[in-house]
């Protein structure tokens, strides 16, 4: 079973930022974040990765809790490309990804 | 930058028929992952290769098997299809290695497969 709980679905607003939160209250603390997405019936894309540190690349920010127990994905500036279902998810190293629900995320006009 | 690659990205077979899928790996990964995504569902992992080695099983049935060649592509086989075995299969690579935190999956675009 997924280790994380997200909210079923979001809405967003063309240009604005899109935080999307995420839930893993039973964290290990050898255990990263990922954050992964996928478009309508395409392969799930990384996005970011964590562990202790908040981080940020060319697609997104990852903020995550000083106790570990949540994070927020953040999208800056969302455009329509960036409607998708977000998965966070959580695992040890070298261990296969568990998807669980995700968010269904809608950037609106 | 080179991506994973599946083949057929389409197939349909009758029921009883076998299929088998192909992937091939970003260039050095030596690890493949394989996953089944059924109709308005999430991704299920299948099975896992390392270095040729499986590494690690999920829900895969027992119809189905998998192996890793020495060039690190990996085929997927299903025989005696059924109707429910029609879903979007994905397989991921990844480099497992120091520094540990690299073994990030990166996923194909996947093999519709339709069970008639």
């Known amino acids: 079973d997924a280790k994380t709980t997200q909210p079923t679905s979001m809405d967003c607003a063309e240009g604005r930022a899109a935080n999307l939160p995420c839930n893993h209250s039973t964290i290990s603390g050898n255990e990263y974040v990922y954050w992964y997405r996928q478009i309508h019936s395409q392969g799930p894309q990384y996005i970011i990765h964590g562990l202790k540190n908040n981080e940020t690349n060319e697609m997104a920010s990852l903020i995550i809790t000083e106790d570990r127990k949540s994070s927020t994905l953040i999208l800056p500036h969302a455009t329509l490309r960036d409607t998708a279902v977000y998965y966070c998810i959580v695992r040890y190293y070298g261990q296969n990804f568990v998807f669980g629900p995700g968010t269904r995320l809608s950037v609106l006009p | 930058a080179a991506g994973v690659i599946q083949s057929p990205r389409h197939l349909i077979k009758e029921k009883r028929e076998t299929a088998t899928l192909k992937c091939y790996p970003i260039?050095?990964?030596?690890?493949v992952y394989w996953y089944q995504q059924g109709p308005g569902q999430d991704p299920q992992f299948l099975i896992s290769?390392?270095?040729?080695?499986?590494?690690d099983k999920g829900s895969i049935p027992d119809r189905f098997s998998a192996q890793q060649f020495s060039d690190y592509h990996s085929e997927l086989n299903m025989s005696s299809l059924e109707l429910g075995d029609s879903a979007l299969y994905f397989c991921?690579?990844?480099?497992?290695?120091?520094?540990?935190?690299?073994?990030?999956?990166?996923f194909g675009p996947g093999t519709r497969l339709t069970v008639l």
């Open positions: 260039p050095r990964h030596d690890t």
């Open positions: 991921a690579s990844s480099l497992s290695g120091l520094p540990k935190h690299t073994d990030t999956q990166y």
């Open positions: 290769f390392y270095e040729k080695m499986q590494s």
